[in-house]
């Protein structure tokens, strides 16, 4: 299975992230959002995937930084414009497979997952 991990190289979180999948040996291309972008349409796959609530990361200085319009009223196509707009509004890491039939999306770093998902 070919893997992408999504996120902010200086994060501790993407950075915990990166340690463990090393410390397994498991392969991934690395996706960097500060330099690489943040795909409208692959954050709206997530979002109908796992729900606009689980990505959109609503406890940032990014996300509170955003206008009172910007925040409110918030639902999937809302979400997905302001995470593309702004992807530190992008729960950090997601870690997903290359082949959408093979439906692996981790969105944030919990090792029992991961470890569930691909040990």
């Given at each position: 299975?070919t893997l992408?991990?999504?996120?902010?190289?200086?994060?501790?979180?993407?950075?915990?992230?990166?340690?463990?999948?090393?410390?397994?040996?498991?392969?991934?291309?690395?996706?960097?959002?500060?330099?690489?972008?943040?795909?409208?349409?692959?954050?709206?796959?997530?979002?109908?995937?796992?729900?606009?609530e689980t990505?959109?990361?609503?406890?940032?200085?990014?996300?509170?930084?955003?206008?009172?319009?910007?925040?409110?009223?918030?639902?999937?196509?809302?979400?997905?414009?302001?995470?593309?707009?702004?992807?530190?509004?992008?729960?950090?890491?997601?870690?997903?497979?290359?082949?959408?039939?093979?439906?692996?999306?981790?969105?944030?770093?919990?090792?029992?997952?991961?470890?569930?998902?691909?040990g």
């Open positions: 299975m992408t991990l999504y996120g902010i190289p200086n994060c501790d979180t993407v950075k915990k992230a990166r340690k463990w999948l090393d410390e397994r040996q498991v392969a991934y291309a690395f996706h960097d959002y500060k330099k690489q972008g943040a795909d409208p349409a692959r954050i709206a796959a997530w979002v109908e995937q796992a729900g606009w990505v959109l990361n609503r406890r940032g200085t990014t996300f509170r930084g955003l206008s009172e319009a910007e925040r409110a009223d918030l639902d999937a196509g809302k979400a997905v414009a302001v995470m593309a707009a702004h992807p530190s509004c992008i729960k950090r890491p997601v870690l997903q497979g290359a082949d959408e039939q093979e439906g692996l999306l981790l969105v944030g770093f919990e090792p029992a997952k991961w470890e569930a998902a691909l």
